[in-house]
């Protein structure tokens, strides 16, 4: 379990000013300041912000150059190759891009890597592809700003070359300055470059390809309205399932992807969303991150992700429900094999003594390379440190990380790059391969050069108010769906109070894996509570310790038969008063 420490946010404000200002509460402004959103004109677009609020494309360096590129391409009747990736962000790219051009007379096709065979992004086997199909321009999406080599040899084979990416530059050390290393592409749109002032950086893959989809069609004059509209919904997908922070213009896609959704013009993502149970949900970000999002990820790891393409390409209602079911199945089977990759991975931390290394290195020689990701994720919340899970791929070990907050996982990366064949990524996750025979000493390295301290594997949990039960009324938990979508960067706010009473504490649900109670203060208030986590643990606890807890929590409103309460759901909880 890992270790917590609660800290309130204290950030200060003129709370009652901007209460009054923008029609909210006094607490939901400081809920707002909290998320660092601070002018006026910031606070209106985090609660108020249209499509209007979103940043032009041609702010992006390279957007201008690489549509006008694009159409006359489009207008020569060359044929347009674009090479996108197997998540969830790249086959959304690729499908936005695809979309985009043909509506606009463009021929073109559309090669997604095969995660085993091909792997990660752009690569020689791509490249030569697309020279024997005859393809005149190959555009990328979600990968291609570390692919110089394989950039290099597109043109040198007479391919124009247009990058679309957001993942992290890379650089070399130079004079103790860092010199990026760009690829040799006739136009590189990526709002990490260092060219590039665009007022946000933290979009995803398939932002940046709506944008580019955007520009398309403000240089060519053509309304585009309808087909903007149903190409925000993927772009929305992809900003929640590549974990994007919630926060300026991807606050905006979401929420207005989200409303779109729930009548999308699109046959495949409604089918996919019928056949996950959702057709009557009011859909939000968790739906798009935990329902929607893995099914297409599945496709990518187990099969190819071309089926969640030809989903959403597909104008035939058989051949949609038969793809949809495919892609929902293989997410089944995925889960299955996660949880036995979880046990096998932890077995091996504690058998092998790893707990005390800053950075967990995992070795699962019978791992499905497409899950390493996800196991390595759930051993970053039980550890709370950053963990690498390798496993064996076509040429050595392929792997993929996910770090913690204060440890950058691409420049850790970069600091062993000598180690590596390849490597890529942002902060918080990264993917790599390497030789088997450099394992250990990857191992020893990346712990060795790690600056993480005792204090950095103490998880904060940051609360933003310090809130007695009767103020987180029925009233108040309809104001905090204002401030939704919830997600990276814009979490559901979080509150706190000590010294609770818990009554009647029982398992509930089908699996006994929720634990419910009645929770009183010190007044004699009393509300129910709800509990997500471990329930079995919880209610053991409960009894073991006299009753008495600390929980942090949020205020949730409950509905069921047409009846509506207020319930509290318990996020953290001790029972050392």
């Not at 998880?459 to 919830?486: G, H, N, V, W």
């Amino acid at each position: 379990m890992t270790r917590e420490k609660w800290v309130v946010t204290t950030k200060k404000a003129d709370f009652n000013k901007l209460a009054e200002r923008f029609h909210i509460s006094p607490m939901l402004a400081r809920i707002i300041r909290n998320r660092d959103v601070i002018s006026e004109q910031e606070i209106n677009v985090y609660l108020n912000g249209t499509l209007e609020d979103m940043h032009a494309p041609k702010l992006m360096h390279g957007m201008e150059q690489g549509a006008s590129l694009l159409l006359s391409g489009i207008a020569q009747g060359k044929h347009i190759r674009v090479i996108g990736d197997y998540d969830a962000d790249g086959v959304c790219a690729s499908y936005i891009l695809k979309k985009g051009m043909e509506q606009l007379g463009g021929r073109v096709s559309v090669a997604i890597p095969h995660r085993v065979t091909d792997g990660y992004g752009v690569n020689l086997h791509l490249i030569e592809e697309a020279h024997r199909d005859g393809v005149d321009i190959i555009v990328t999406c979600d990968n291609g700003i570390a692919a110089a080599k394989e950039i290099a040899s597109a043109k040198q084979k007479g391919m124009t070359v247009i990058v679309t990416d957001h993942h992290e530059v890379p650089y070399e050390e130079v004079g103790g300055a860092r010199r990026e290393i760009l690829p040799p592409a006739d136009v590189i749109i990526n709002p990490k470059q260092q060219a590039c002032t665009y007022p946000y950086k933290g979009i995803c893959g398939a932002l940046v390809a709506y944008k580019l989809v955007q520009m398309l069609f403000m240089q060519d004059g053509k309304a585009a309205d309808a087909l903007l509209k149903e190409l925000l919904e993927f772009a929305a997908i992809a900003t929640v399932c590549d974990v994007m922070e919630l926060l300026d213009e991807n606050r905006i896609v979401v929420k207005y992807g989200l409303k779109y959704m729930m009548e999308s013009s699109n046959l495949g993502l409604r089918t996919l969303i019928d056949v996950c149970g959702l057709s009557d949900a009011k859909l939000g970000s968790y739906h798009l991150g935990f329902v929607i999002g893995p099914c297409l990820n599945a496709t990518g790891r187990l099969d190819t992700a071309m089926k969640a393409l030809l989903l959403f390409d597909s104008q035939d209602t058989r051949e949609a429900y038969a793809l949809a079911n495919e892609l929902k199945e293989m997410n089944e089977s995925r889960k299955s094999m996660t949880e036995k990759g979880v046990e096998d991975a932890i077995r091996q931390v504690e058998d092998c003594g790893y707990e005390n290394d800053k950075v967990l290195v995992v070795y699962l020689k019978d791992c499905h390379e497409s899950i390493a990701g996800i196991i390595a994720g759930r051993l970053k919340e039980k550890y709370y440190k950053p963990v690498f899970v390798l496993t064996d791929g076509e040429e050595g070990l392929k792997g993929s990380g996910r770090s913690i907050e204060g440890y950058s996982m691409y420049d850790g990366l970069h600091g062993v790059e000598e180690l590596l064949d390849k490597y890529g990524g942002h902060k918080m996750a990264a993917g790599l391969s390497l030789q088997r025979d450099n394992l250990e000493a990857f191992r020893l390295r990346i712990n060795g050069q790690s600056e993480l301290t005792e204090e950095d594997f103490v998880q904060k949990i940051r609360i933003d108010i310090p809130l007695p039960l009767p103020y987180a009324s029925m009233q108040f938990a309809e104001e905090l769906t204002m401030l939704e979508p919830f997600g990276n960067g814009n979490h559901k706010p979080l509150f706190a109070q000590k010294n609770l009473k818990v009554h009647n504490c029982t398992l509930r649900g089908k699996n006994k894996n929720v634990a419910g109670f009645v929770l009183e203060d010190e007044t004699g208030y009393r509300v129910n509570g709800i509990y997500f986590g471990e329930a079995e643990l919880f209610v053991s606890q409960a009894a073991e310790n006299g009753n008495r807890i600390n929980i942090t929590y949020y205020p949730d409103i409950n509905e069921f038969r047409g009846n509506r309460s207020l319930q509290i759901v318990a996020t953290h909880y001790s029972f050392e008063l």
